[in-house]
């Protein structure tokens, strides 16, 4: 006879479980909130929002909770696969989110706004606040997105290539501070040897994928399929006929766009060119 199963009762959702685990350890030990801030060095108020599952913080912190709890890599475990959870995506992002996480190439046009793989979190607040997201689901999302670049900086990563319309270039954030980080991020991931990315000057003109976000998902089997992405919706394509029709286009465009090394060198020059915060 097969052995029995053993039932916990805890949540199987990573978020959750991960929230829970926090809170059944800090019981445990018989700390207040506050005496736990003091214990480990952090803002107490920290380990409130990670008890209820309003923010996931940073390896860095669960690490020092590791430690003073005595569970070594338990809770950072925990902490990575509620990372990578796609349940934490909107409804509509949690199939693509699967396939970007099990893809071993991703290739995308971006004809308006940076890709999430390459966003900073100042970025991707900014964008996600101006959709209408606000408070702790804003922060969790911003969390859930930077938390997804994992996948080009791991031991073995992804293999990303990136097209940008000039216009997400031109586009910057409110504060130049930012801005400016997130150029000096980009340019950054752009010498990493799994990234490449090219830039479409608008000189180029018109093409089969103006205003079309397209991102192509090769699988460890081969098959490739496409997401195409309006600010509305998003839609998978799997039919082989209309993904080859969809790489044709972006064939094309990658045609029209600069080089690797023409590419680093606009965005040094928009970097260059972007404002600094006054001196006060």
């Not at 097969?2 to 685990?21: D, M």
């Not at 606009?266 to 060119?273: D, K, S």
Request: charged share 30%; with cysteine; hydrophobic share 40%.
């Amino acid at each position: 006879m097969p052995p029995r199963r053993v039932i916990t009762g805890r949540s199987q959702e990573p978020r959750q479980r991960f929230a829970e685990e926090l809170r059944l350890l800090r019981a445990a030990k018989g700390d207040s909130l506050r005496e736990l801030g003091e214990k480990v060095g952090w803002d107490w108020s920290l380990f409130g929002k990670l008890e209820t599952g309003h923010t996931l913080g940073s390896p860095e912190v669960v690490q020092a909770l590791d430690q003073y709890y005595g569970t070594p890599g338990m809770l950072l475990a925990l902490w990575e696969l509620a990372m990578a959870d796609p349940t934490q995506f909107k409804e509509r992002y949690r199939r693509y989110m699967v396939l970007e996480a099990e893809a071993v190439s991703v290739w995308q046009y971006s004809p308006s706004i940076l890709p999430g793989l390459l966003q900073t979190p100042e970025y991707a607040r900014e964008l996600l606040r101006k959709g209408g997201l606000k408070g702790d689901e804003l922060e969790a999302q911003v969390e859930a997105r930077i938390g997804r670049r994992d996948v080009l900086l791991r031991e073995d990563p992804l293999q990303f290539r990136v097209i940008l319309s000039e216009a997400v270039l031109r586009t910057p954030l409110e504060e130049p501070d930012e801005w400016r980080a997130q150029l000096e991020h980009l340019g950054m991931m752009g010498h990493r040897l799994n990234v490449t990315l090219q830039v479409l000057p608008w000189p180029a003109g018109l093409h089969g994928l103006a205003n079309t976000d397209t991102i192509f998902l090769r699988g460890l089997d081969g098959q490739t399929v496409a997401w195409v992405e309006t600010g509305y919706s998003g839609e998978l394509v799997q039919e082989s006929a209309s993904v080859e029709r969809l790489q044709l286009r972006y064939d094309r465009v990658r045609d029209l766009a600069l080089s690797p090394g023409e590419s680093r060198q606009f965005i040094e020059r928009m970097l260059e060119e972007a404002p600094c915060e006054p001196l006060t």
